[in-house]
């Protein structure tokens, strides 16, 4: 049963328990493997790929990448009514981030004789991973292919898990293939993302990678990050969560599917819901022990309700307070007027407004991305967008008489950080 606090019950240190999140399993024996598994694709490239293949995912493989055959099969394979929903989610998730794309770039003469710009250039190569498994996800396929598509990334490869067959699941190929992308790989866990930042004989290396995954994914993206060769990575990841805060003025079992719909992503998700009135926070409870009954996902729900809690408050004020303290990744306000709410909020990953607004929309196709920042991070940084797929570049152009203007300044500040070569870099020139 999920849990029930009283806020005003509890101390400095017992709110701090309260919101603290479950710890992520980053064992130094996972650093180690995952740093053996660095070592072995970065200096033997395809043949530790496929030993590495064979062993985590249990199929030989001769080619990673999918043939134009292989995706045509597997498009024709998925059925009519999900390429459907595919085509209507990419349709609305470009139609919001295209948005971005008609972003200026600067130019702005700063004084006279000093122009300064800032121009706006997709990165070269982008990998992408998408996790399969027991739940493989289209989805992710489609929040990380529409914005690239939109950035205009050159060159985008896509990987993810094979089967026992050697297969790549048909409805991400056919989410993929649908957004553009034609090089898909049959690649998997943190041998995956050793490939795409270290480049082997098949697999292109990458300026960046993004997607989320398991703990050898995310301690591989850790770990290639910090290796100074020069590929970054799209956030630090963590475990999915959700914050609902309500008043009571919902139908109850609408909360409780919200909160079941992120534990059933993993044992390690968490879920809160802060409420005013303790009679709906007890039917809440008890709506997710009758939905748990026949729940196919039952097990990992479970296992992340162990992490999660009702805690009941005294205004929606004090609620969005502790919001803004906890950062969750995915904040739901399903009371009335949640509109107006909106400017209180400053961090959350995503929000979902009003009681026809569940956050499994997000996830799919309401239009929003749903690669968020998780564990907290919400407070420092932003969802993916085509944001995320380009960098900006600045330029300076600048006369004889813009220079003039800038030389003292310039020349007192290098002298006083000690820097004499870069005063005289001006001065030189001013003496032609």
Same mark, same amino acid.
């Given at each position: 049963m999920l849990p029930l606090?009283?806020?005003?019950?509890l101390s400095e240190d017992g709110r701090q328990q309260a919101l603290q999140r479950p710890m992520i399993s980053r064992s130094e024996e996972t650093f180690n493997t995952v740093k053996a598994i660095i070592e072995k694709?970065?200096?033997?490239?395809?043949?530790?790929?496929?030993?590495?293949?064979?062993?985590? !995912?249990?199929?030989?493989?001769?080619?990673?990448?999918? =043939?134009?055959? $292989? /995706?045509?099969?597997? *498009?024709?394979?998925?059925?009519?009514?999900?390429?459907?929903?595919?085509n209507q989610a990419i349709d609305n998730v470009r139609k919001f981030h295209e948005e971005k794309t008609k972003r200026? !770039?600067?130019?702005?003469?700063?004084?006279?004789?000093? =122009?300064?710009? $800032? /121009?706006?250039?997709? *990165?070269?190569?982008?990998?992408l991973y998408v996790p399969s498994g027991n739940n493989p996800l289209p989805s992710t396929a489609i929040m990380l292919g529409v914005p690239s598509l939109l950035a205009g990334c050159?060159?985008?490869?896509?990987?993810?898990?094979?089967?026992?067959?050697?297969?790549?699941?048909n409805n991400i190929v056919a989410a993929a293939a649908a957004c553009g992308i034609v090089d898909i790989y049959k690649l998997g866990?943190?041998?995956?993302?050793?490939?795409?930042?270290?480049?082997?004989?098949?697999?292109?290396?990458?300026?960046?990678?993004?997607?989320?995954?398991?703990?050898?994914?995310?301690?591989?993206?850790?770990?290639?990050?910090?290796?100074?060769?020069?590929v970054s990575v799209?956030?630090?990841?963590?475990?999915?969560?959700?914050?609902?805060?309500?008043?009571?003025?919902?139908?109850?079992?609408?909360?409780?599917?919200?909160?079941?719909?992120?534990?059933?992503?993993?044992?390690?998700?968490?879920?809160?819901?802060?409420?005013?009135?303790?009679?709906?926070?007890?039917?809440?409870?008890?709506?997710?022990?009758?939905?748990?009954t026949d729940l196919p996902t039952k097990e990992?729900?479970?296992?992340?309700?162990?992490?999660?809690?009702?805690?009941l408050i005294e205004t929606i004020e004090q609620a969005l307070s502790i919001a803004n303290l906890y950062a969750p990744e995915h904040l739901i306000l399903a009371f009335p007027d949640a509109r107006g709410c909106v400017d209180q909020i400053q961090n959350a990953g995503s929000v979902f407004l009003g009681k026809w607004s569940p956050e499994s929309a997000g996830d799919y196709c309401s239009g929003t991305n749903h690669v968020l920042p998780t564990y907290g991070y919400a407070k420092s940084v932003s969802a993916i967008s085509v944001d995320s797929f380009v960098k900006t570049i600045s330029i300076q152009e600048i006369s004889k008489e813009g220079l003039i203007g800038l030389s003292t300044t310039i020349t007192e500040l290098a002298r006083v950080e000690g820097l004499e070569a870069h005063a005289r870099a001006v001065e030189v020139r001013l003496e032609d």
């Open positions: 606090i009283k806020w005003s019950d694709v970065s200096t033997m490239g395809d043949v530790a790929l496929r030993e590495l293949t064979l062993l985590f !995912d249990r199929v030989e493989l001769s080619d990673f990448k999918l =043939s134009k055959a $292989e /995706i045509d099969q597997a *498009i024709d394979k998925t059925p009519s009514t999900v390429k459907l929903a595919i200026l !770039d600067i130019s702005i003469e700063v004084i006279p004789g000093v =122009s300064c710009e $800032e /121009i706006t250039r997709p *990165i070269e190569t982008v990998g050159p060159n985008r490869i896509l990987c993810s898990p094979p089967d026992k067959k050697g297969d790549v699941d866990g943190a041998q995956a993302i050793t490939a795409m930042a270290y480049g082997t004989e098949s697999i292109p290396r990458v300026d960046k990678i993004f997607g989320p995954g398991n703990t050898w994914v995310t301690a591989a993206k850790s770990l290639v990050a910090a290796a100074n060769i020069g799209d956030m630090p990841a963590g475990p999915t969560e959700v914050m609902v805060i309500s008043n009571g003025g919902i139908n109850s079992t609408s909360i409780a599917y919200d909160l079941l719909s992120q534990a059933e992503h993993g044992p390690h998700s968490q879920v809160t819901l802060l409420c005013t009135d303790e009679d709906f926070a007890q039917q809440v409870q008890g709506d997710i022990f009758q939905i748990l990992t729900a479970s296992r992340a309700l162990e992490n999660s809690k009702i805690i």
